[in-house]
């Protein structure tokens, strides 16, 4: 239960353009967690979302928790090179905060 | 540098081996949690520790057993190492017990058995 879906698996696009990927859930989580993970390096968080509906931004990147509590989304604008790698979004089973649910990840390749 | 040091960077080893995976948690973090993460599988958590008590367990194989030490660094030991069983193991670290704040993750070791 409480499984994490990504979409897409993978992208492949140009610089410069604009980037979105989402992550969906059966059930409801109460925080949404957006890492990054660049080649050979651990996951990095980006952004932590809280409450339903909060929109939260960091640099070119927003993140939204999503209104019925089963879904978050990541956008990515004007995308640089060095945005290549994978985005995982993850949460904490609800009534379970040690538990962290880990989405399949998505791979994201800029090319220049 | 994300303050979370995992050792050592690469290990290569033979199958029914076992190894030991060191990782120090960011300093003030009393959270210690490892993750296995292979090609097909993503992100699996396999343990918890806070403070040196096991905390939540996730799917950890009965081959592998974690401890978590007073001065608050962890090992991760896997035995009767298997060809499945290569993998990049991660370590991550948080200040409280629970994973609501996100928390911070070393560069992990990868493990590969041959």
């Known amino acids: 239960g409480q499984q994490l879906n990504q979409s897409p698996q993978s992208m492949f696009i140009q610089e410069g353009e604009d980037v979105s990927m989402n992550c969906t859930s059966s059930?409801?989580?109460?925080?949404w967690l957006w890492y990054k993970q660049d080649p050979g390096e651990g996951p990095v968080l980006l952004i932590a979302?809280?409450?339903?509906?909060e929109l939260t931004s960091n640099g070119r990147l927003t993140a939204q928790f999503g209104t019925t509590r089963k879904d978050s989304f990541l956008n990515i604008s004007a995308s640089i090179p060095s945005d290549v790698g994978i985005y995982f979004c993850?949460?904490?089973?609800?009534?379970?905060?040690?538990?962290?649910?880990f989405g399949a990840g998505t791979r994201l390749t800029v090319k220049p | 540098d994300s303050g979370v040091t995992q050792t050592p960077k690469h290990l290569i080893t033979a199958t029914g081996q076992r190894v030991t995976l060191r990782c120090s948690p960011r300093?003030?973090?009393?959270?210690v949690y490892w993750y296995q993460q292979s090609l097909d599988q993503g992100l699996q958590f396999l343990i918890q520790?806070?403070?040196?008590?096991?905390?939540a367990k996730g799917n950890i194989l009965e081959r592998f057993s974690a401890q978590q030490f007073p001065d608050l660094h962890s090992e991760l030991n896997l035995s009767s190492l298997e060809l499945g069983d290569s993998a990049l193991y991660f370590c991550?670290?948080?200040?409280?017990?629970?994973?609501?704040?996100?928390?911070?993750f070393g560069s992990g070791t990868r493990l590969t058995v041959v």
């Open positions: 300093s003030g973090d009393l959270s």
């Open positions: 993850a949460g904490p089973r609800t009534g379970y905060n040690n538990d962290m649910r």
């Open positions: 991550a670290s948080s200040e409280e017990g629970d994973t609501t704040g996100g928390y911070t």
């Open positions: 979302l809280y409450k339903a509906g």
């Open positions: 059930s409801i989580f109460n925080t």
């Open positions: 520790y806070y403070n040196g008590e096991e905390r």
